[in-house]
Structures are given as C-alpha cells and as structure tokens.
C-alpha cells in the first residue's frame, strides 16, 4: 500500500525556476526520505529529515516537514536541464527506524531549456 | 562491490514458468528492500530483510512470489508460474540499518510473454 502522495503529478518549469513538490503521508513515521529516479531505473538518495526535524538543506534543495499535517515538501532552487526526472517520497513509519520504506507514487518533474 | 548489483538486468520468461532474480547488497548493509515498478508508477514494497530475517514480507502479492537471503548478504526474489501481470522493474536497495538512506540497483526488467 502507498503512505506517501505526491502533489503534483508532474509539473513542468522553465529551467532556473524553482520547483516545489509536496507529500502527504497517513501514519506517524520515524523519518522521511526523498529520491530521484531518471529513465525509469534505480532510484539515488537526496535528503533523509526526521520526524524531530523540521527543515533540513542540501546544496540546492530544500525539505520541510510538518508532522501535526503529515506532510513534507522538497524544493529545487535554480532548476537545471539535469533535474529532469522522477521525485519520489519515502517514508519509514512508526517510531523506530526499524522498519521498511514506503514510496508514494512520484512527481514527474521536467525543465524546460 | 561499490554499489548494489542486480541480475539479471533484463528477463523475458514464457507464462507459466519460474524465474530468480538476484541482490547483492553494498557489503555490510544489513538491510535489503525488494520493491517493483509497473512503468510510470510508484514503487510497490515487497519486503525486507534485517539480516537473513525477513521481519515485514507483507508486500508479497501472491504465494507465488518469496525471498530469501543468505550469510546476510546476496538475496534471491523467486517468482513461481510466472503470470503476465508480474512483468515489471524488480528494484533492489541496502541500507546500513533498517530505515536508512537506502541504496538502489539498477533493477531486472521482467517480460512476461
């Protein structure tokens, strides 16, 4: 079963934007990770933030979560053609970490040049 | 290995036979993930491991699909009778600990004909 839902589906934007991409999730979670996925394939970590946590930056992106509305947002600042891709949510539910991950159904990101 | 290895990358199998996918996980990982990826769709759990325990198998679909692993390393996904609705992307991730920042493979592309 699905615990995270991605808004939007997909969203196009043109390249030095930002994108901003939202999850929701249903239960309490130990942390939340988000990943991207080019051309269908393996999937490459970007940001892991815990429950305690609020904001958590890499480089150009930026993740916020609020557990008392079970939702998390990642944006992606100054866009490039190489951000191109699938960005999917992960939860680890409960309140140990001890559990497996759970993705939503993605976000369909493209850049347009 | 530097990364999680899968094979075999691509698989095309007749209906109705059985087939083995395999893991080898970044060494020292105790946690393994199998998921699969009907295209353009979210991933869909299957199970992990901690270790050779498989604490969460829940996400298997049918008493056709099981795993295992073993010397806590290399994991095989088996699919019995195979059926045209299992062709999908099997994806296969480590962590070093349950609920952490997972590694992907680059999948096994399952064809069901």
């Known amino acids: 079963s699905q615990q995270g839902e991605e808004d939007p589906q997909a969203l196009s934007i043109q390249e030095g934007e930002n994108a901003t991409m939202n999850c929701s999730y249903k239960?309490?979670?130990?942390?939340l990770q988000w990943y991207r996925q080019n051309s269908g394939r393996g999937l490459v970590h970007l940001i892991l933030?815990?429950?305690?946590?609020r904001e958590k930056h890499s480089g150009r992106l930026r993740v916020t979560l609020d557990t008392s509305k079970k939702s998390s947002s990642l944006l992606i600042t100054a866009s490039r053609a190489a951000d191109t891709a699938s960005y999917f949510c992960a939860t680890v539910p409960g309140y140990s970490s001890a559990s497996k991950i759970i993705f939503g159904s993605g976000t369909r990101l493209s850049i347009r040049p | 290995g530097a990364g999680v290895s899968q094979s075999p990358s691509n698989k095309v199998t007749e209906k109705g036979k059985d087939v083995e996918l395999r893991c080898d996980p970044i060494?020292?990982?105790?946690?393994l993930y199998w998921y699969r990826q009907s295209l353009g769709q979210g991933l869909e759990f299957l199970i992990y491991f901690q270790g050779n325990s498989a604490p969460d198998k829940s996400g298997l679909p049918s008493d056709r699909f099981s795993a295992e692993r073993t010397g806590g390393s290399v994991s095989t996904l088996t699919i019995q009778r195979t059926q045209q609705e299992d062709s999908a992307v099997y994806l296969c991730?480590?962590?070093?600990?349950?609920?952490?920042?997972?590694?992907f493979g680059q999948g096994t592309r399952l064809t069901v004909v």
């Open positions: 933030i815990r429950s305690n946590e």
């Open positions: 239960t309490s979670i130990n942390n």
């Open positions: 991730a480590s962590s070093l600990g349950v609920g952490g920042e997972a590694f």
């Open positions: 060494s020292g990982h105790t946690a």
